[in-house]
């Protein structure tokens, strides 16, 4: 399951090389290979009305440094910025950038553009089958 993860972000990242919503910046920075399929854990698993970095590791399944190195650089590329916290003046949540609000909006579309590929590589029915097993893993327990 790991390498079909890989292969279907590998796939998406490259749809976003060539996506016309795309920030350009960004676009360029994909095409080259120099954005990761680690970009994929922040446009997944940010909230659009932002989260903190904890929220952000826990859902992404990182530790809080890692997150923060990868909000850092994503950061650094005008996708994300860190703000207050309205309900803790202590924290920081990270939000969307209106760039980044592109980027997300082209992640879906490519998103959906690479689940439609496996679809027809693979069949209406199997990509269901895939599709319910997942589902059903995703809201299993765990051990």
């Given at each position: 399951?790991?390498?079909?993860?890989?292969?279907?972000?590998?796939?998406v990242?490259a749809?976003?090389?060539?996506s016309?919503?795309?920030?350009?910046?960004?676009?360029?920075?994909?095409?080259?290979?120099q954005?990761g399929?680690?970009?994929?854990?922040?446009?997944?698993?940010l909230?659009r009305?932002?989260?903190?970095?904890?929220?952000?590791a826990?859902?992404?399944?990182?530790?809080k440094?890692?997150?923060?190195?990868?909000?850092?650089?994503?950061?650094?590329?005008?996708?994300?910025?860190?703000?207050?916290?309205p309900?803790?003046?202590?924290?920081?949540?990270?939000?969307?950038?209106p760039?980044?609000?592109d980027?997300?909006?082209?992640?879906?579309?490519?998103?959906?553009?690479?689940e439609a590929e496996?679809?027809?590589?693979?069949?209406a029915?199997?990509?269901?089958?895939?599709?319910?097993?997942?589902?059903?893993?995703?809201?299993?327990?765990q051990?």
């Amino acid at each position: 399951m790991g390498h079909a993860l890989r292969r279907f972000d590998a796939r998406v990242l490259a749809l976003m090389a060539h996506s016309a919503e795309a920030p350009l910046a960004l676009s360029h920075l994909a095409a080259r290979d120099q954005v990761g399929a680690a970009i994929v854990h922040i446009t997944r698993h940010l909230e659009r009305g932002g989260s903190r970095l904890t929220e952000l590791a826990d859902r992404a399944g990182m530790s809080k440094q890692a997150m923060g190195d990868l909000v850092d650089q994503c950061a650094a590329w005008g996708l994300v910025r860190r703000e207050p916290d309205p309900r803790d003046a202590r924290a920081k949540r990270i939000v969307f950038t209106p760039a980044g609000l592109d980027w997300l909006q082209a992640f879906r579309q490519a998103v959906q553009q690479a689940e439609a590929e496996f679809r027809e590589q693979v069949g209406a029915s199997v990509a269901t089958v895939v599709a319910l097993g997942l589902e059903a893993y995703a809201d299993g327990d765990q051990p």
